[in-house]
């Protein structure tokens, strides 16, 4: 279901959608394609405040790339969350699609939602069409079929 209920207002701050356990965000960085390693941090100090404990990337392999130009501890973008103490689930999803998720792809959000710890914090790349989406279809489960997984 793609109803883009959840659409973030234009801040480049990780957000609360569910308090204490769903996050949604922007990538580290955004919208700079090579953002530089203050960003990064800025963008992880800011996660690592909420309590934020997993992460899940909906971002494709090119956006994921953009991290490519920084020596970033642990290696890699999703390296880098781990030697945080960061939880990481990746689901590849390109952009600029209609629907932005597949029905694979949302079931595959659905069911890491329910594995990782929480909280979660949900990002693609602009925190919009992907993330939304997931967010649309983990909030949906959560009011027809599951409410016991908070």
């Not at 207002?9 to 530089?36: F, M, N, T």
């Not at 989406?133 to 409410?147: K, P, R, V, Y």
Request: net charge negative.
């Amino acid at each position: 279901m793609w109803l883009y209920q959840n659409l973030p207002q234009e801040s480049y701050r990780p957000q609360w959608v569910i308090e204490g356990v769903l996050a949604r965000s922007q990538r580290p960085g955004y919208p700079v394609d090579k953002p530089s390693p203050a960003k990064v941090q800025e963008w992880t100090d800011a996660v690592r405040q909420m309590g934020i404990r997993s992460v899940l990337c909906v971002m494709d392999d090119a956006q994921i790339a953009h991290y490519g130009h920084m020596n970033l501890d642990g290696g890699g973008l999703f390296g880098y969350y781990r030697s945080l103490g960061l939880a990481v689930e990746h689901i590849p999803a390109e952009d600029y699609r209609t629907p932005p998720l597949s029905d694979k792809e949302l079931d595959a959000a659905w069911d890491a939602f329910q594995r990782l710890e929480k909280p979660i914090l949900i990002h693609c790349s602009a925190g919009r069409d992907r993330t939304g989406a997931a967010l649309d279809h983990i909030l949906w489960q959560l009011s027809e079929n599951h409410t016991n997984q908070l």
